[in-house]
């Protein structure tokens, strides 16, 4: 079963139904929702399987609020590299290309909006309140003012963050300068979160062109060329058929399992299964289930971006539950582990993200489950704490025997398929009930019962 997971996630399947794809299509690929590594991985392997099909040009459509930064580079990468065109289209109307969405926009070949769209607020969320620098002109995020005044880029905020800013501004510009695109707006974008709607972005010069829907689009951008590692290339799909590549099932495995709650799932129930395996072992399942949700997990989290702490934290914290479990301190150790478990799980996603990061309620239930749990180990001990011994020389004591042989001074008594000898005060004879009061060595000390 780890095999077949391995061949799953390291063997880059072609999208669905590629050989069907006729030569010189135009592929259509969709970009819906938040850029993550599910998304990075469709849209990598997409723009790879075009070129190889010898598409003629590759359409992204795309709707997304942002997601993060390292997927959107390395889906930047990928079209830059793109040896055939890529356009990026909003659509429909009311779909947006924030944050990751307008760096994704300046970087294709052509920009395209339909009406009712949006793109802007480029702004790296993990610095929390975008900076305002002195701009001279127009409202921070407005998106108007003159377009051609480029920002000072000083601002407030620690030096880490405007490290962040500077990098994302950087590599903004680059896109725009590259593309022949706006390039002071994009840095305003960036530096204050600045949004624009179609038809102000195309008066701008931020985008191209506006497009009601793909089929106008296509008519739309024929007589234009393109630059594509120093050759113009010549834009015309008037006859070109369309080839839809919907994700395929690795796309959507791999939405599943880089959910940040299904990934912190999975992590739970591998480290339980295998604390569970460890101190039960023979079982079987709950070892090989829990090493294969493990690996998932860490397959997921090697792609999310994980605090490590975060991770930490919750490790410790299940090996001091597991250690309350085995060697009970009457809840020390398991209370410290709550604490820690929880404190690690509310860290473990270092994103402000919110499409990234593990719901509260999640945390919420399975640290409500682990302490009821723990509470019931901890009950459990308590109550064999007090219970009376059931083995060795205490648990014989006020137990009652029979004798079962005599021969002169002494006595033999059965007691649990035992023969004891047994030293009363009082005369014995086989067949009497007696009561054992104390035990010296490997004789019952007892006293006679009446009958």
Not at 139 to 160: F, I, K, L, W, Y
Not at 164 to 182: C, H, K, P, S
Not at 220 to 237: C, H, K, M, P, T
Request: net charge negative; aromatic share 6%.
């Amino acid at each position: 079963m780890l095999f077949l997971i391995g061949v799953l996630l390291a063997v880059p399947p072609a999208l669905a139904e590629a050989e069907q794809a006729p030569q010189g299509a135009v592929w259509q690929l969709t970009l819906y929702g938040v850029v993550g590594p599910a998304t990075a991985d469709y849209l990598v392997r997409g723009l790879k399987d075009a070129a190889e099909e010898q598409a003629g040009a590759v359409l992204i459509r795309i709707d997304t609020p942002g997601g993060l930064d390292s997927s959107m580079r390395q889906m930047i990468s990928a079209v830059l590299a793109s040896p055939i065109p890529v356009i990026c289209y909003v659509s429909p109307g009311g779909a947006r290309a924030a944050s990751a969405g307008t760096f994704l926009l300046y970087s294709c070949h052509v920009a395209a909006m339909a009406p009712a769209t949006n793109l802007g607020a480029a702004t790296p969320v993990s610095i929390g309140t975008p900076m305002t620098p002195d701009t001279g002109g127009g409202q921070p995020g407005d998106g108007e003012g003159d377009p051609a005044t480029p920002h000072s880029g000083r601002g407030t905020g620690s030096a880490m963050e405007r490290k962040v800013t500077n990098d994302a501004v950087a590599y903004i510009r680059g896109l725009a300068e590259l593309r022949g695109r706006n390039a002071d707006w994009a840095e305003k974008a960036v530096r204050e979160g600045a949004s624009l709607t179609a038809s102000k972005a195309l008066e701008l010069g931020v985008i191209d062109l506006m497009a009601a829907d793909r089929s106008e689009l296509l008519e739309v951008i024929a007589g234009r060329s393109v630059e594509i590692n120093g050759r113009q290339v010549a834009l015309d799909f008037s006859d070109s058929a369309i080839f839809v590549a919907d994700p395929d099932w690795r796309s959507e495995f791999l939405a599943v399992i880089t959910n940040p709650n299904v990934a912190y799932m999975l992590m739970l129930i591998g480290l339980y299964g295998l604390i569970f395996e460890f101190t039960n072992p023979g079982f079987g399942l709950p070892g090989v289930l829990g090493a294969i949700c493990l690996l998932v997990a860490l397959y997921a989290f090697q792609v999310l971006p994980v605090s490590y702490a975060g991770l930490g934290l919750i490790l410790l914290g299940l090996g001091l539950i597991a250690a309350e479990a085995m060697m009970p301190s009457f809840g020390v150790l398991g209370v410290g582990g709550l604490v820690a478990f929880v404190i690690g799980s509310i860290i473990l996603m270092d994103t402000d993200i919110p499409a990234f990061q593990i719901a509260l309620p999640v945390v919420a239930a399975l640290a409500l489950t682990t302490g009821v749990l723990l509470f019931a180990l901890l009950g459990m001990a308590l109550r064999a704490h007090y219970r009376p011994a059931r083995m060795g020389p205490v648990a014989m004591i006020d137990r009652e025997a029979e004798i079962e042989q005599v021969y002169g001074d002494q006595a033999l008594a059965r007691f649990e398929g035992e023969l004891w000898e047994v030293r009363c005060v009082e005369q014995l004879k086989a067949g009497d009930r007696v009561r054992i009061h104390e035990i010296d060595g490997l004789t019952l000390v007892v006293d006679k019962l009446e009958a």
